[in-house]
């Protein structure tokens, strides 16, 4: 677990400093979208899609799958 661990911290670093994901935080009208769990409001909006197509996210998501 302490490896586990240690890339779960690594990744939490790098996407507090990727822009993609602070315009998404910065955004209350999408935090609000998620806090209500309105999936089809995040799926089409558009911080959410350059965030899912940042380089860092497709790393991050080639190591989870």
Known sequence: YPLRRQ??????????????????????????????????AIQNNPKIIRLMKSRDMQQIQSKVN
Do not use: G, S, Y
């Not at 890339?7 to 979208?33: G, H, K, S, Y």
């Open 7 to 40: 890339r779960q911290m690594c990744i939490r670093d790098r996407m507090q400093d990727n822009p993609e994901m602070q315009a998404v935080l910065n955004d209350p009208e999408l935090m609000q979208a998620i806090q209500r769990f309105d999936i089809e």
